[in-house]
């Protein structure tokens, strides 16, 4: 696997590749990397003969009071992971090639609507960051595909509209969320957590199915069903942000006719800010 940190060497790297008529997929991550990204990493090499992996913990996305300096960062056994999993290149960017004049000066990329909803409510200009740093990926890389996991569904979904609207032209693909035996959704910040607090957390995975479950039963009171979850959550000494039954599509509040349905969550185990989903077809 070669290793890329400057712009202009990646771009000097993937104009080879092209030129020999290589496809190439993009993997874009924030590094402390578990088997749900070694999962995208293999799906990527299914779909292209270069696979390239981003390692990049982008300050644009952190709010003031959040843990963008705790963040976990393990990049030599990030590296033997993406290797095994047959990525071709990585590239690891520091923050001052990324933002050479400082987040203040940098132009942003902002998807309206679709961003303003659940996390990006909850965590303000967030989406913002994670648009701007993934379309400057996209223009980097200039990627045929790039995938992603729909543990953060919202985000791919703030991914998506943006690729269309701005003819990005690039091949989306959503990978199902990883989990632990227990059906707790694999995350970089399960690494905060206590063995008890991973314990309350099932809660999370527990409620989101039994909620689905009474939906696909007849139950279209929805807002009932999302004030049920989060007295539940707070019964388990959990806070919850929101707990929402969603149209799949915008992310809007779902109504009784829709039928493409996705619930979305997020809440607090101790100080860990967890989220989560389920998508209900019906």
Same mark, same amino acid.
């Given at each position: 696997?070669?290793?890329?940190?400057?712009v202009s060497e990646l771009r000097k790297l993937l104009g080879c590749y092209r030129r020999?008529?290589?496809?190439?997929?993009?993997?874009?991550?924030? %590094?402390?990397?578990?088997? %749900?990204?070694?999962?995208?990493?293999?799906?990527?090499v299914g779909l292209a003969d270069i696979v390239v992996s981003s390692i990049f913990v982008?300050?644009?996305?952190?709010?003031?009071?959040?843990?963008?300096?705790?963040?976990?960062?393990? /990049?030599?056994?990030?590296?033997?992971?993406?290797?095994?999993?047959?990525? %071709?290149?990585?590239?690891?960017?520091?923050?001052?090639?990324?933002? /050479?004049?400082?987040?203040?000066?940098?132009?942003?990329?902002?998807?309206?609507?679709?961003?303003?909803?659940?996390?990006?409510?909850?965590?303000?200009?967030?989406?913002?960051?994670?648009?701007?740093?993934?379309?400057?990926?996209?223009?980097?890389?200039? /990627?045929?595909?790039?995938?992603?996991?729909?543990?953060?569904?919202?985000?791919?979904?703030?991914?998506?509209?943006?690729?269309?609207?701005?003819?990005?032209?690039?091949?989306?693909?959503?990978?199902?969320?990883?989990?632990?035996?227990?059906?707790?959704?694999?995350?970089?910040?399960?690494?905060?957590?206590?063995?008890?607090?991973?314990?309350?957390?099932?809660?999370?995975?527990?409620?989101?199915?039994?909620?689905?479950?009474?939906?696909?039963?007849?139950?279209?009171?929805?807002?009932?069903?999302?004030?049920?979850?989060?007295?539940?959550?707070?019964?388990?000494?959990?806070?919850?942000?929101?707990?929402?039954?969603?149209?799949?599509?915008?992310?809007?509040?779902?109504?009784?006719?829709?039928?493409?349905?996705?619930?979305?969550?997020?809440?607090?185990?101790?100080?860990?800010?967890?989220?989560?989903?389920?998508?209900?077809?019906?």
């Amino acid at each position: 696997m070669k290793i890329c940190h400057q712009v202009s060497e990646l771009r000097k790297l993937l104009g080879c590749y092209r030129r020999d008529g290589k496809s190439i997929a993009l993997v874009p991550t924030m %590094g402390n990397l578990h088997s %749900g990204h070694v999962r995208l990493v293999e799906k990527a090499v299914g779909l292209a003969d270069i696979v390239v992996s981003s390692i990049f913990v982008n300050p644009m996305q952190f709010g003031r009071n959040e843990d963008l300096d705790k963040y976990p960062r393990t /990049p030599d056994a990030d590296i033997e992971k993406l290797t095994a999993a047959g990525c %071709g290149v990585l590239f690891a960017p520091p923050a001052s090639e990324m933002y /050479p004049l400082g987040l203040d000066e940098h132009t942003v990329v902002s998807v309206p609507a679709i961003s303003d909803r659940h996390c990006g409510a909850s965590r303000p200009g967030h989406f913002d960051g994670v648009a701007t740093v993934v379309s400057k990926l996209f223009n980097i890389v200039q /990627p045929d595909h790039a995938v992603f996991g729909l543990k953060d569904y919202q985000q791919f979904k703030v991914i998506s509209k943006m690729n269309a609207d701005l003819c990005f032209g690039i091949e989306l693909t959503g990978v199902a969320t990883e989990r632990d035996a227990n059906g707790l959704a694999l995350s970089s910040r399960n690494g905060y957590l206590s063995a008890e607090e991973k314990q309350t957390a099932l809660t999370i995975i527990q409620t989101l199915r039994q909620t689905a479950e009474s939906i696909r039963n007849g139950e279209r009171n929805y807002t009932a069903l999302e004030q049920q979850a989060k007295t539940l959550f707070e019964s388990r000494q959990m806070r919850p942000d929101y707990f929402t039954v969603c149209r799949a599509d915008t992310l809007a509040p779902a109504v009784a006719d829709d039928k493409n349905l996705v619930i979305l969550t997020a809440a607090y185990v101790g100080t860990t800010r967890l989220i989560d989903n389920i998508e209900v077809n019906l």
